[in-house]
């Protein structure tokens, strides 16, 4: 159990570095009602800009929409006890895609970066895998009178090098967006033409061919200014008194640093850095025993920003 909690204080640490998430019900939980078949979308605040029909799946379903098993596989929500589905494109040559689109709590700000994150995985069902997977944040919003691929370029392409084909666990997108200033709706899928995609056949079960990808915890944030510092923490020291890397130090960028905190795998807190000790550990706790050799966590704080894990340093005798 401590170990368990130790990973959500983490998780926990690391997403208060960004800010607010404009993405209101980020992660489908809020809906009308409870999804039953396939094309079945009831999520409050998102909808299809386009013909084609996104599903939703949610543990509340008592036919195949559910979670974590529904008709095109089993798979636990990333959060909470929902998510959607969509398929992404085929390999036809008739571009034909689905989307999904919402309005954000608040518009961008010009010349401001955002980060904009999202998880996806693979529905068992599929025997393809694609690329290609995108965000396009707009003024307006999108609309279409048919199934094909909407004709913009979006801002993030996620994964235009590299195919997903991971179906056990999710995957987690995340990219920086420059604002012009403005947006307001954001819509995601492929915008890619067929001619444009990569596919990968990844096994032959023979039900649904075309990539089709569960989509949870959707994420845009305006990019805190404490996520410009880039200081470089050494992963790996040796306080065995050899002469020989046997003090760990901070590198790089360590203005405005206050403290750095060492929390060991139960997540307590083993040792406090400061200026007054150089931000340097010799390898023991505040009570100046020696720890044990295995993975210790680390956690900055600098001023006016939140407590931020940044790493792992693996203490070796």
């Known amino acids: ?16 570095a ?69 398929h992404l494109s085929d390999f036809s040559g008739t571009n034909v895609r689905e989307y999904i689109q919402v309005k954000l709590n608040e518009q961008l700000i010009k010349d401001e970066f955002y980060t904009v994150s999202l998880n996806i995985s693979l529905a068992d069902s599929c025997d393809f895998a694609c690329n290609n997977f995108a965000a396009y944040l707009s003024v307006d919003s999108l ?26 666990s999710w995957v987690l997108l995340i990219d920086t967006l420059l604002a012009q200033g403005g947006e307001k709706f954001l819509t995601i899928g492929v915008f890619a033409n067929d001619i444009s995609m990569d596919w990968m056949k990844i096994k032959d079960y023979n039900y649904f061919s075309a990539p089709y990808y569960f989509l949870d915890n959707v994420n845009v944030s305006l990019l805190s200014t404490c996520d410009e510092f880039k200081s470089d923490y050494p992963n790996v020291f040796t306080p065995n008194n050899d002469g020989k890397n046997d003090f760990w130090n901070p590198n790089g960028d360590i203005s405005e640093l206050e403290a750095i905190y060492v929390l060991n795998r139960w997540g307590n807190t083993v040792v406090k850095l400061s200026e007054e000790n150089g931000f340097s550990w010799d390898g023991k706790d505040e009570n100046k025993k020696v720890v044990c050799s295995g993975v210790y966590y680390i956690v900055e704080e600098r001023e006016g920003c939140p407590l931020k894990n940044v790493g792992v340093i693996h203490l070796i005798k």
């Not at 159990?1 to 208060?16: D, E, T």
């Not at 199934?147 to 997903?164: D, E, G, K």
């Open 1 to 16: 159990m401590k170990k368990s909690f130790f990973f959500l204080v983490i998780a926990q640490i690391f997403f208060s």
């Open 18 to 86: 960004f800010g607010q998430n404009l993405v209101p019900n980020p992660s489908f939980e809020e809906h009308d009602s409870c999804p039953q078949y396939l094309g079945d979308f009831f999520v409050k605040d998102w909808y299809s800009p386009t013909l084609g029909s996104p599903d939703y799946f949610n543990d509340c379903s008592t036919l195949e929409m559910g979670v974590p098993y529904n008709i095109l596989g089993n798979q636990e929500a990333s959060d909470g006890s929902a998510y959607v589905g969509f």
């Open 143 to 168: 609309t279409s009178s048919d199934w094909l691929n909407l004709n913009v370029i979006p801002q993030i392409n996620f994964n235009s090098q590299s195919i997903i084909s991971e179906d056990s």
